[in-house]
């Protein structure tokens, strides 16, 4: 074949042979989808897990946030400020350790981030339909293993 060959059929034969590049092209297909379902919230993924994890652990801390996340700090900040400036979540220092904030939804954040919740679990549903429940619990088991076999991870 020369250069100037041209190709009309682009194969992926020996990408699909692995398991995570199916795994990134059904993320991709999740993502899509998520973001649409978000939009009407003015929710990122991003900006929702972390209203979600505030909302499910009031008290959390900044650090413990950015642990859960598993995402630099820096980062999560200007997530925080987002969430903060739209009145979703409230920071309030630890009184035991003034460098420390506690993570809090506001009553406004906590009855947004249920109507989000009740969406992107509709979002899911819809999407996974052909997935019988056993195969639903097959593949969180399967994944959740993957994500144990990281190098450096905590359980």
Do not use: W
Request: net charge neutral; proline share 5%; aromatic share 4%.
């Amino acid at each position: 074949m020369s250069a100037t060959d041209a190709v009309t059929h682009v194969s992926d034969a020996s990408l699909r042979k692995l398991i995570g590049y199916h795994m990134k092209r059904a993320f991709n297909v999740v993502q899509v989808d998520l973001v649409q379902t978000l939009k009407p919230f003015d929710l990122r993924m991003l900006t929702y897990t972390t209203l979600v994890l505030i909302k499910d652990n009031p008290g959390l801390r900044q650090s413990q946030l950015a642990d859960a996340m598993d995402i630099e700090r820096p980062n999560l900040v200007k997530i925080i400020d987002e969430l903060e400036g739209r009145s979703l979540i409230i920071r309030d220092r630890v009184p035991n350790d003034r460098r420390a904030y506690a993570l809090k939804p506001t009553p406004q954040g906590e009855i947004l981030c249920n109507k989000a919740i009740k969406s992107v679990e509709q979002h899911e549903d819809q999407l996974l339909a052909g997935l019988d429940e056993s195969t639903r619990s097959s593949l969180i088991t399967a994944l959740q293993l993957i994500q144990k076999s990281e190098p450096n991870r905590t359980p």
